[in-house]
């Protein structure tokens, strides 16, 4: 029954992406606000979108040689995008090609803190929910799907229910991926907000690969992530 509200509920998102396509063709400029940006809140919450790595930090390289984090802004950027179509504030941790470090001169220092900034980004964000998008990769190519973690409090762990049970329906069909608790990864063990990280496929299947470089794959992503976001918020 769930799933058929959510079938109900991604028919306007998907007719809003449209029209939203169709308002940058003619605005000529994207919705894209930085963290910095943010307007003050108002009880509301506020959608912290994480491109994961960047900069020096490529993340992951798929099987064709592209960069996980050029990946995960170009899908950051369309979930920001259609966010906003859909009236709710967000706050990205980058819009461009960049790591969030202040510190060191080592690219362990950098790394460590990039990450303390962008926990310190979710943490002091009132109302902030934490979506953070990277990619998967394995040395056997035969896995794929996105594989939804959650940080440790109950509604983490229902939004990642969500999500990962929309991006099999909707995505991966036949995908008996369950959600997972994300043991040992820092921004989502350091966060006390609300938060999800979606690991949106395999960079080593080549099919996926493929898949999640294509703008059109990344927009049905984004639709099926916003559709599931809005009806878990609408529900809280
Ligand atoms: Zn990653």
Known sequence: MRYKRLALALLPVYILCLGGLLLSAVWGSRAVTAITQTA?????????????????????????????????????????DLLHLLGYDTAMVRTTDVSVYTQGTTIAAKKASDLKERVKLVNGTENGLLISIHQNTFSDSRYSGAQVFFSRNTESRALAKA????LAEYLNPGSQRQPKRATGVYLMEHIDRPGALIECGFLSNPEEEAKLRDPEYQRRLCCVIAATLSNFLDQE
């Not at 809140?41 to 490529?58: F, K, M, N, Q, S």
């Not at 999500?163 to 929309?166: D, F, G, I, N, R």
């Open 163 to 166: 999500l990962q049970a929309a």
């Open 40 to 80: 003050p809140l108002t009880g509301r919450r506020c959608v912290i979108i994480d491109a994961g790595h960047g900069g020096e930090d490529g993340g992951a390289t798929s099987c064709t040689g592209v960069l996980e984090s050029r990946l995960n802004l170009e899908i950051a950027l369309k979930l920001n």
